[in-house]
């Protein structure tokens, strides 16, 4: 058969270096080996879901013969009551919030480019390559943080979105509210402005906060976030969105039926219920950041300081591997050789990775 030529470029999803290789890498093959590694390489959270989401789930898994909500009815009024201003109709959810970042990129007219900075998440380009949009990456500073000018003079009459991914990923840089307002306003209403706001728990700078706000003014700007770092939610898959009523409504018609299963809305659902604890399991990977970033510093290694719960920094990953830590090399993420990105991990984790950094 023949297939769409666009798609050649898309190679599957490559997973990091696994145990096995670091392991023989390491000098050593055995089991036993591979099987101290931990894996911080996915910015996932180093614990697992909240007791009050466990709950949930072993209660809902009785009625896992019934299809679910289809509207995610609890799930989204959950959002609503953690969001001041929000109402069911401006919320969005998804199998992940790849799902929402989906979704929102398949209501643009097309053909057309979507503009994002560049490094940050590599699923950005891959979902325009499937939908038949332009990718039109603009580059980051070289001090790694998102130039909003550099965006808005990359938009032509061909954009039909721009996705800042706030705080970004792979850097951990950000823009505080004010900025990104100023860059909403400053942006044709026909351009969709999709905030990705994945590690938004983890930022600590209260200038940062409070997007939802711009999804409630502004006709098009939609902030999408997730439950599968700060919440622990990663195998789940769940996502949500906060979006004006239209882009709502007409994600909702795009979407796959029941793409949020029974099990991901009862413990979504269960979690986001849960703040002061998110908070406090998000002050706790802010506060192992820090000592992180402090570790780096004083092995006279060159990073980029981080408002998410990972930290690039400029050592290969063989440096964290002796000491059994996985973690995602640069090469991977749009960096050079030379740089990895390290996950903030528990407490032991995080002695793992300062007791493998050399002396300065
Ligand atoms: C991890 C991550 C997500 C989360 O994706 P899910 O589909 O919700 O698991 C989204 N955006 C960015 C930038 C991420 O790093």
Redesign the pocket.
């Known amino acids: 058969m023949k297939f769409r030529p666009e798609l050649d470029s898309l190679s599957p999803y490559k997973p990091p270096r696994g145990t096995q290789e670091a392991a023989a890498e390491k000098g050593s093959g055995s089991a036993e080996s591979t099987a101290e590694y931990v894996k911080l390489t996915?910015?996932e959270l180093s614990f697992g879901p909240l007791p009050e989401a466990e709950t949930a789930l072993k209660e809902a898994l009785p009625r896992a013969n019934r299809y679910p909500d289809r509207y995610a009815g609890l799930l989204r009024g959950e959002v609503v009551a953690a969001n001041p201003g929000a109402a069911p109709g401006n919320v969005l959810v998804g199998?992940?919030?790849?799902?929402v970042?989906l979704n929102l990129l398949q209501l643009v007219e097309n053909p057309g480019e979507v503009v994002f900075p560049w490094p940050?998440?590599g699923?950005y380009g891959s979902i325009c390559t499937v939908l038949g949009l332009r990718a039109k990456q603009v580059p980051l500073t070289e001090r790694h943080e998102i130039k909003p000018e550099a965006l808005l003079s990359a938009v032509t009459a061909d954009t039909r979105a721009v996705i800042l991914?706030n705080p970004n990923?792979p850097t951990g840089t950000y823009l505080t509210l004010e900025a990104v307002r100023d860059f909403a306003e400053a942006l044709p209403e026909s351009v969709l402005l999709i905030l990705?706001e994945?590690?938004h728990e983890f930022v600590s700078d209260e200038a940062y906060r409070g997007s939802e706000a711009l999804a409630f003014e502004r006709p098009n700007v939609a902030a999408?976030r997730?439950?599968?770092?700060a919440h622990g939610l990663?195998g789940l898959?769940?996502?949500y969105g906060l979006a004006p009523p239209e882009v709502a409504d007409y994600a909702e018609r795009v979407r796959f039926p029941f793409s949020v299963n029974l099990a991901a809305q009862a413990a979504a659902a269960a979690s986001m219920r849960e703040r002061e604890q998110i908070r406090g399991r998000a002050e706790f990977v802010i506060r192992e950041r820090d000592r992180l970033q402090e570790a780096f510093e004083s092995a006279g290694l060159d990073y980029i300081p981080s408002q998410g719960n990972f930290v690039m920094v400029e050592t290969g990953p063989e440096t964290f591997e002796r000491a059994g830590v996985l973690v995602r090399e640069g090469e991977a993420l749009g960096y050079p050789v030379g740089w990895s990105r390290v996950t903030v991990g528990n407490s032991e984790e995080n002695d793992r990775i300062a007791g493998a950094l050399p002396a300065a």
Not at 95 to 99: H, L
Not at 226 to 229: G, L, P, R
């Open positions: 996915s910015n199998n992940g919030s790849s799902e970042l940050s998440f699923l991914c990923n990705d994945a590690y999408v997730t439950f599968s770092k990663a898959r769940v996502g």
